[in-house]
């Protein structure tokens, strides 16, 4: 019974009533507030020992878990990958690719892009391997060809009178083409070797095909021929740097023959080459020169050769990078066995970004083989920019 209820028959005045309307709101509001701080108690004894429960030590038995999430599988792997173990290709051609992925669509004549990991893979093999393309000017390109347009004209000067102008001479521009050859590879591996969940296709195949790849590519950029193939450097004609001229490579002399005649010849080699060129320029060589050059001296018995400082840095010759590129010619009578120059500026090495790989499971049953191809070119760019070491006495 409320105050106001207990009173009831009495005579209250107005700010009677109002007070007493006032306590019995206060009480009313009073015993909320007390229950709802006991159910809030309640609440946080019950999170309390839920939390207790989830990190107890590790020593309590817990209950096992029922399942795990399985990662997320990027659309286009999943497709690459069951065209790969199955020859299945309804994932690839319905797959839309995303412009973050690749930047040419898949091809509807049985051929299918590698997908961007496998490629990158790829990639890492053929930029790591001892070969030209570590130091040489790379471009990528969506034609059959790349044109490199050369300046190997001076621009003629005169000085000038206050009444008078002197016609001077123009310079002269050569378009050198350089056209994309296809390479490509054919690994194989059995279908039950595929049908293993555990082995990792991606890689195996990204690891065979650069390793073959690079070797391709390492043997054409010195030796090719330019038919169906990059040109090599080595392939172009030398003659004396005395008498050099545009479309050829300037060589100097060792002065003996399939041999040294002291440390001269490499210091020649290295300023036969023009002052524009030196400060890009490294000594190329494979690894049985290197063993001879290493051995050299100056006249004060100091050692030519340097090795790196740091792991992954190149050894040193006369301050210059050495690069090991197995495919350069052994010391012989006459042979070019080492070459010193700017390659960034003197060859190019044009590729179509994208890389193919065709499934074929017919041909070597019960394997299955996996025709990938790439189309690269390279050739000489500029001829002012190489130099050659001649191992001849005259």
Do not use: C
């Not at 570590?134 to 044109?147: F, K």
């Not at 969940?197 to 690079?214: H, Q, S, V």
């Amino acid at each position: 019974m409320t105050e106001a209820e207990s009173r009831t028959g009495e005579d209250l005045s107005p700010a009677q009533e109002v007070k007493t309307a006032v306590a019995d709101f206060m009480s009313a509001f009073n015993g909320f507030r007390a229950d709802v701080h006991h159910r809030i108690e309640k609440q946080e004894e019950r999170l309390t020992m839920i939390d207790r429960n989830s990190n107890s030590p590790a020593h309590i038995p817990q209950r096992p878990q029922l399942s795990a999430a399985a990662a997320p599988e990027v659309p286009h792997q999943k497709a690459f990958n069951a065209y790969l173990r199955s020859g299945e290709d309804d994932g690839l051609r319905g797959l839309e690719l995303e412009g973050k992925a690749l930047s040419t669509a898949v091809n509807g004549d049985g051929g299918y892009l590698v997908d961007p990991a496998t490629s990158q893979a790829v990639q890492s093999v053929l930029t790591g391997a001892a070969s030209i393309r570590a130091i040489a000017n790379v471009v990528a390109v969506e034609a059959t060809s790349y044109d490199v347009l050369i300046d190997q004209g001076e621009l003629g000067h005169g000085w000038a009178t206050e009444a008078a102008a002197t016609e001077t001479g123009t310079p002269t521009i050569d378009r050198i083409s350089i056209p994309l050859h296809e390479l490509s590879a054919l690994p194989k591996a059995s279908q039950r070797l595929l049908d293993d969940a555990a082995f990792d296709i991606e890689g195996w195949l990204a690891g065979r095909i650069g390793e073959k790849f690079a070797r391709a590519e390492a043997a054409a950029f010195v030796n090719g021929d330019g038919v169906d193939k990059p040109t090599g450097f080595l392939t172009h004609s030398a003659v004396a740097n005395d008498s050099w001229a545009w479309g050829s490579l300037g060589y100097v002399l060792s002065g003996a023959d399939g041999g040294f005649n002291g440390a001269d010849a490499l210091i020649d080699l290295v300023y036969a080459l023009g002052a524009q060129y030196r400060a890009g320029a490294a000594f190329v060589m494979n690894s049985k020169t290197a063993g001879a050059v290493r051995k050299l001296k100056d006249a004060d018995g100091r050692f030519l050769w340097s090795d790196g400082l740091a792991a992954g840095e190149p050894a040193r010759l006369l301050g210059y990078p050495v690069v090991i590129a197995e495919d350069m010619p052994d010391i012989a009578s006459g042979a070019d066995a080492i070459a010193f120059g700017d390659f960034a500026a003197g060859y190019t090495v044009a590729e179509r970004p994208d890389l193919r790989i065709l499934r074929d499971p017919f041909s070597a049953k019960p394997h299955v083989l996996f025709y990938a191809t790439k189309r690269v070119g390279g050739d000489v760019s500029d001829f002012a920019a190489i130099k050659l070491l001649r191992f001849a006495a005259s």
